[in-house]
Nanobody, 121 residues
Framework: QVQLVESGGGLVQAGGSLRLSCAASGSFFSINAMGWYRQPPGKQRELVAQITSGGVIDYAASVKGRFTISRDNAKNTVYLQMNSLEPEDTAVYYC???????????????WGRGTQVTVSS
């Protein structure tokens, strides 16, 4: 069974750093894009950053220059290094991946359960 498992959330003071990790496990052929979304309290889920299998990266304007997304294809893992954190970054962060598997291989959209990031002022 394919699943995504996140780790690395927590409580940090403004200006601090956190690193999130998300590992895909199970039986599959490949992973296309991997990314991070977040859902602040009372708001909708939004894209934070995404990276394709070829390394093309896209960031939300609000995190450019502060967050860095990377992936280790050998470990089927995506990372999000978050620096200069602000209280506005407080949210549940979700890992997302487009995973290819099946007798007739096709892509499936997967989500992690989420990890809480809280930034205190």
């Amino acid at each position: 069974q394919v699943q995504l498992v996140e780790s690395g959330g927590g409580l940090v003071q403004a200006g601090g750093s956190l690193r999130l990790s998300c590992a895909a496990s199970g039986s599959f052929f490949s992973i296309n894009a991997m990314g991070w979304y977040r859902q602040p309290p009372g708001k909708q889920r939004e894209l934070v950053a995404q990276i394709t299998s070829g390394g093309v990266i896209d960031y939300a304007a609000s995190v450019k220059g502060r967050f860095t997304i990377s992936r280790d294809n050998a470990k089927n893992t995506v990372y999000l290094q978050m620096n200069s954190l602000e209280p506005e970054d407080t949210a549940v962060y979700y890992c997302n991946a487009d995973i290819v598997y099946g007798f007739i291989p096709r892509a499936h959209d997967y989500w992690g359960r989420g990890t809480q990031v809280t930034v205190s002022s």
